[in-house]
């Protein structure tokens, strides 16, 4: 048991890389179950969705994580023009180099560009973030996806984002740190990172915080893996063809045996 609960310790430490305290093992609450569009055998992600979940992550998590293993042209994916893609990587600084004179320098982020991290080293971002290091968040999606079924990584990030409550009668909250209800012990490093009207969306969309925590989990989903709907479509067509082929396998045993009877 207690090898099982460092297991989940370091697991949500990981996610976040927000460490705390040790706590009570058996408090963890499973997060409630989203109705996700890319859910299912023929599920797509909604493009308006992912844009309005990206601005969150740039607007709101990119100051403190990074995304190294996304690069800006990747957003072409989520319904962004290339035009729009350019404009997007323009926004963000880059450490390029050396230059002629043996000199690392800054520029704006070219499309080709990976997302670039907030701080320059891990001790710089630890010392940002009173000792805890913010994880990339590229593949977060997939190492919260603990239940083995789909979305269930979006459903915990989700229900974290907007887990920030007060703590109930009784319970005692650590120095520096914040009672979230479904963080694994309740007690989380991490700051409340969303708040109602935290940013504006170009659709109109009401900026809640349930909408801002829906919106970035199903963006971070994608980021995880990218290449779901292709993986399903070639799914959809290797069944087609496993049943044709069956089909065209029992027309043939049926001549063959019709011939010898």
Not at 6 to 19: Q, S, V, Y
Not at 21 to 43: D, I, L
Not at 128 to 147: E, I, R, T
Not at 245 to 251: I, K, R, S, V, Y
């Amino acid at each position: 048991m207690k090898k099982m609960t460092m297991r989940t310790i370091l697991a949500a430490a990981l996610t976040f890389g927000l460490a705390v305290p040790a706590f009570a093992a058996g408090t963890e609450v499973t997060p409630p179950t989203q109705n996700w569009s890319f859910k299912g055998a023929f599920g797509t992600f909604d493009r308006a969705e992912l844009q309005r979940g990206y601005q969150v992550y740039k607007e709101v998590c990119a100051a403190c994580h990074a995304m190294k293993y996304v690069a800006f042209r990747n957003l072409t994916d989520l319904g962004f023009t290339a035009a729009e893609v350019k404009a997007l990587a323009a926004t963000f600084e880059v450490n390029d180099g050396p230059n002629d004179q043996g000199e690392m320098f800054k520029r704006p982020g070219l499309p080709q560009d990976k997302f670039p991290s907030p701080f320059p080293n891990e001790k710089a971002a630890r010392a940002s973030n009173g000792g805890a290091y913010p994880p990339d968040l590229s593949l977060v999606a997939k190492m919260k996806d603990h239940h083995r079924t789909e979305g269930s990584g979006a459903d915990y990030i989700r229900a974290l984002l907007a887990g920030y409550k007060d703590a109930p009668a009784g319970f005692t909250v650590g120095e520096g740190l914040n009672y979230n209800e479904y963080f694994p012990g309740h007690q989380i490093a991490m700051p409340k990172p969303l708040n109602d009207d935290q940013v504006t969306y170009a659709d109109g969309t009401k900026a809640t915080v349930e909408q801002m925590a829906h919106d970035v989990s199903a963006f971070l989903m994608w980021a995880a893996e990218p290449k779901l709907e292709d993986r399903k479509r070639m799914g959809f067509k290797v069944i087609v063809f496993l049943i044709v082929l069956t089909g065209l396998f029992f027309m043939a045993k049926k001549r063959i045996w019709a011939k010898l009877h």
